[in-house]
């Protein structure tokens, strides 16, 4: 059974400093990866979708890295804002297609 | 292109009572997705359904719970008689097919049960 942990469960930096969010997950025989931000009350947005084939996927300030080998991936957020305080969540689909979520990690930027 | 949309967002209701969430997923998407969201925890999948076949309720609590999917669009989640660990957010997701290049799951926004 696939098992995805995310380190660390919370974090609070300043506003501009860059943030680096870990996931890690078991069983490398994955389809993809997914990143999503979850805010306060609400459903999930997906942020960025890695193939196993791949090694890094960008948008915007956004970057995710895969090393499937080592059964990793870190999503960079460049220049921390506000507005990027939330819940990431980090979700593995394995070769059955589902997908298996980590608990998240919750990010506060500060002003 | 319109998202997936989920009613109530809000529910409140005591133990033993029944309760009922509604789906639309996005227009064209074949497979349907129910997930319950323990607070401080990830999504866990409860049911999947292709059109309106079950393809997934191994972790259901089918004592409980039950879903539906008429003429493979909307769908509906009930809950009867509800527990005091049902609280939870319940999302519904889609995509355009189970597997391959286009399993990649878009989310309705949730609706929150809290049962007291």
């Known amino acids: 059974k696939q098992e995805v942990t995310q380190i660390p469960a919370a974090l609070s930096v300043p506003e501009g400093e860059n943030l680096v969010l870990n996931c890690s997950f078991t069983d490398s025989a994955i389809y993809n990866l997914q990143w999503f931000r979850q805010d306060p009350g609400k459903g999930l947005t997906s942020l960025l979708l890695i193939q196993s084939s791949q090694r890094e996927q960008t948008s915007g300030r956004l970057n995710a890295s895969l090393d499937k080998s080592s059964g990793r991936s870190t999503l960079y957020i460049a220049a921390s804002q506000p507005g990027d305080s939330a819940t990431y969540l980090c979700?593995?689909?394995?070769?059955?297609?589902?997908?298996?979520f980590g608990a998240g990690t919750t990010v506060t930027v500060r002003a | 292109e319109a998202g997936v949309a989920q009613s109530p967002r809000y529910k409140i209701i005591e133990k033993r009572q029944s309760v009922a969430f509604w789906c639309n997923p996005i227009s064209g998407h074949a497979t349907l997705y129910w997930y319950q969201q323990i607070l401080g925890q990830g999504p866990k999948l409860l049911i999947q359904f292709q059109n309106n076949g079950v393809v997934d309720d191994s972790q259901l609590p089918k004592d409980r719970f039950s879903a539906e999917r008429l003429k493979g669009v909307d769908s509906t989640l009930k809950i009867q008689p509800a527990k005091l660990e049902d609280s939870a957010v319940y999302l519904c997701a889609s995509s355009l097919y189970w597997s391959g290049n286009y399993n990649e799951q878009f989310f309705g926004p949730g609706t929150r049960l809290t049962v007291l």
């Open positions: 979700a593995v689909s394995s070769n059955d297609y589902k997908l298996s």
